[in-house]
């Protein structure tokens, strides 16, 4: 029902920006929640940020919070995440997730409940 391909990752030196994309295709890519979460190597799969259905709602994992933006572009099927001030510890796999419909605060941040993953970006932030 929905496919997601992200882009944008890269190698970057501290203190640097990256803005991550995901584009969102499919039957239902039009009535989709959309999350970003990041995995480093060795550890669980992290919530990063999400945006509603809506778009009404914005949540963000308090590691990345005052420094990570997510955004839902003109087009409507295209999300962005826009990472300021990245530090080396934010080095990880970036996906791109989705719920068909809403989620809320505690469901927006909940990976057993995204149905469609895109395939990762890596993002290498050096010190």
């Known amino acids: 029902q929905v496919q997601l391909v992200e882009s944008g990752g890269g190698l970057v030196q501290a203190g640097d920006s990256l803005r991550l994309s995901c584009s969102a295709s499919?039957?239902?890519?039009?009535?989709?929640?959309t999350g970003w979460f990041r995995q480093a190597s060795g550890k669980d799969r992290e919530f990063v940020a999400a945006i509603t259905r809506s778009g009404d709602n914005f949540y963000y994992g308090d590691s990345v919070k005052g420094r990570f933006t997510i955004s839902r572009g003109n087009a409507r099927n295209t999300f962005y995440l826009q990472m300021n001030s990245l530090k080396p510890e934010d080095t990880a796999v970036y996906y791109c997730?989705?719920?068909?419909?809403?989620?809320?605060?505690?469901?927006?941040?909940?990976?057993?409940?995204?149905?469609?993953w895109g395939q990762g970006t890596q993002v290498t932030v050096s010190s």
């Open positions: 499919g039957r239902t890519a039009g009535g989709i929640s």
């Open positions: 997730a989705a719920i068909v419909g809403a989620c809320t605060s505690i469901s927006c941040r909940d990976r057993r409940l995204y149905s469609y």
